[in-house]
């Protein structure tokens, strides 16, 4: 399955971005994850989402801000980021994992995306 990134782009402290990442075949047989690429780290774990649409798991910088979620008749999962702050500029990247095992580690994943990238102005 391919994967495209989109949604990315520049925003003040403090507002909402909501990056989408769609398939060009069906997503319900794979559990979804987001990571990130930030100047401190390369594939930052961000967040989850299992085959069932249950969120597994989000990051502890995310403390609540962000929300992910999968339409998977549109085969599409989204990651809304609300009350971005600077530290979230990054090069935000989605991927399909086929067990549900460590989906915390970009190790699982098998199918990733190209990067859309956050900028987020203090």
């Known amino acids: 399955v391919q994967l495209q990134a989109s949604g990315g782009g520049l925003v003040q402290a403090g507002g909402s971005l909501r990056l989408s990442c769609a398939a060009s075949g069906r997503i319900s047989a794979y559990h979804m994850g987001w990571f990130r690429h930030t100047k401190e780290e390369d594939g930052e774990f961000v967040a989850a989402v299992s085959r069932s649409g249950l969120p597994d798991g989000l990051s502890d910088f995310v403390n609540g801000r962000f929300a992910i979620f999968r339409d998977d008749a549109k085969n599409t999962v989204y990651l809304q980021m609300n009350n971005l702050k600077p530290e979230d500029t990054a090069v935000y990247y989605c991927?399909?994992?086929?067990?549900?095992?460590?989906?915390?580690?970009?190790?699982?994943?098998?199918?990733w995306g190209q990067g859309t990238l956050v900028t987020v102005s203090s």
């Open positions: 991927a399909a994992a086929g067990d549900y095992f460590q989906l915390q580690s970009g190790d699982s994943y098998l199918y």
